[in-house]
């Protein structure tokens, strides 16, 4: 019998306990990250927490409520780690809010999310119930009205999105491991909107994809 799952349009961990968000969220300058916020709340359980990080994997390995899917969505698409480092300084940088995800598992059901103010968005059960591989879409309004929409081009077995998602990690080493392995891993850029604020981000050079 397959678990059951959730889904949570706040992010990771809506179980957990919540503390004031000014002692866990930090306003910073543009430079420091694009969004003008970012995480400095550690550990402490809250759906906003380590946006841009291996939700799935971080917290099977600290005991937190198991997650089948989870990630952050950004403002833009950066294909190089320069392209970080050129575009904000920061770490842990919050991501988006209300772009909606739908990602659909190998039964064909349908999981449909909202991220939040980190730009985070989660799944949450058991991993190994979750019937993979599975896929995902972004549907968003860019800033003149027009709709975006994105699919995913690969079906991972694997739902801690930024374990591929993270320019900034090294290239692995894929030679002796099949695609649905979770180690397997395909180094590419966040997860973004291409086109969302043309003119704000073409000036960041190639590393962002336009």
């Known amino acids: 019998m397959r678990g059951r799952f959730l889904v949570f349009c706040l992010g990771a961990g809506a ?4 503390a004031c968000t000014d002692e866990l969220v930090e306003d910073v300058p ?3 990250c694009y969004s003008e916020q970012r995480w400095v709340g550690g550990k402490h359980g809250h759906p906003e927490m380590y946006p841009g990080r291996d939700c799935v994997g971080c917290h099977l390995e600290n005991d937190g409520p198991p997650l089948a899917v989870g990630g952050t969505i950004y403002p833009y698409v950066i294909n190089a780690a320069q392209g970080i480092e050129q575009l ?4 842990d940088c919050f991501g988006i809010e209300g772009i909606k995800i739908v990602v659909t598992d ?3 059901t349908a999981f449909e999310l909202v991220t939040n103010r ?4 989660d799944v ?6 979750f019937a993979k591989p599975f896929t995902a879409t972004i549907f968003a309004t860019r800033d003149d009205g027009s709709p975006l929409v994105q699919q995913m081009f690969t079906s991972p077995s694997y739902g801690g999105c930024a374990h591929c998602h993270d320019p900034l990690q090294p290239m692995p080493d894929n030679e002796a491991l099949e695609m649905s392995s979770p180690d397997y891993t395909l180094v590419q850029a966040r997860i973004g909107l ?3 604020r043309d003119d704000e981000v073409k000036a960041l050079g190639p590393a962002v994809a336009p």
Request: zero cysteines; a negative charge; aromatic letters at 12%.
């Open 15 to 18: 179980a957990l306990a919540f």
């Open 30 to 32: 543009p430079q420091v």
């Open 88 to 91: 904000q300084t920061g770490t």
């Open 106 to 108: 190998a039964d064909d």
């Open 118 to 121: 980190a730009g985070n968005f």
């Open 124 to 129: 949450e059960g058991n991993p190994d119930d």
């Open 194 to 196: 291409p086109g969302y």
